[in-house]
């Protein structure tokens, strides 16, 4: 098992234009999160899939973000019409179920620049 | 408003020497996890503990959660320079059918050799 898997790692990109992002979870994790984290900050909550239901998202997250995991494996994180306070990590991160509760298991991230 | 308060922010100390970072909240947590993350990485789950009171070890690192399951304290002895990272913790509490991750904002060590 390779652990998480995110691509690509680092991404800029001009204001205005779309991006997405892939993430891949350990095989046998039903759950994915997405989170975002700015400098000095914890992981910030954008959004949670279970198999490929997407149950929970959050209200900070604008209508330019968009994230699906079509098949309930691999998941994508897009984000449309780019703004220069888009620029942040963006970690993914699985677990199984009844698992979370004892912890998650995060890719190494994606760092997004938009210039 | 941030719900998990780490203290300090940011520690630079001698290697060899001993520290404590703190991890406070109003709130009740089911469990609370400690995370350690290094510059353009994700963080790496380092232990979780449930129960009031919980005292785990791992090597040098010793963690506590608070009997009112509110806070949590992590002390590491002996500081060696891989030590140096982001260390933040991560309170659980069930939210409908979600188990929700509250964060702090960690706090930032750096171990001198």
């Known amino acids: 098992d390779t652990g998480v898997s995110q691509n690509p790692r680092h991404k800029i990109t001009k204001r205005g234009q779309n991006v997405t992002f892939r993430c891949d979870p350990i095989?046998?994790?039903?759950?994915l999160y997405w989170y975002r984290q700015t400098l000095g900050q914890g992981p910030e909550f954008l959004t949670y899939?279970?198999?490929?239901?997407?149950?929970?998202k959050s209200r900070l997250l604008s209508d330019r973000f968009s994230a699906e995991r079509p098949k309930g494996s691999f998941s994508t994180l897009e984000i449309q019409r780019t703004e220069q306070g888009d620029s942040a990590m963006y970690l993914c991160?699985?677990?199984?179920?009844?698992?979370?509760?004892?912890?998650?298991?995060f890719g190494s991230g994606t760092r997004l620049t938009v210039v | 408003t941030q719900l998990l308060e780490q203290s300090p922010q940011f520690l630079s100390i001698q290697e060899g020497e001993n520290l404590t970072v703190y991890c406070n909240s109003s709130?009740?947590?089911?469990?609370l996890q400690w995370y350690r993350q290094e510059p353009g990485e994700g963080p790496v789950l380092l232990v979780t503990?449930?129960?009031g009171g919980e005292v785990k070890k791992l090597k040098r690192l010793t963690f506590q959660f608070g009997d009112a399951r509110k806070d949590s304290s992590l002390h590491i002895t002996a500081a060696q320079p891989g030590d140096t990272g982001l260390y933040l913790c991560?309170?659980?509490?069930?939210?409908?059918?979600?188990?929700?991750?509250?964060w702090g904002a960690g706090t930032k060590l750096i171990i001198k050799p």
């Open positions: 991160a699985s677990s199984s179920p009844g698992q979370g509760h004892y912890g998650y298991t």
């Open positions: 095989s046998e994790h039903n759950r």
């Open positions: 899939f279970q198999n490929e239901a997407q149950l929970e």
């Open positions: 709130s009740v947590f089911s469990s």
């Open positions: 503990v449930v129960t």
């Open positions: 991560a309170g659980g509490r069930v939210r409908g059918s979600n188990y929700q991750l509250i």
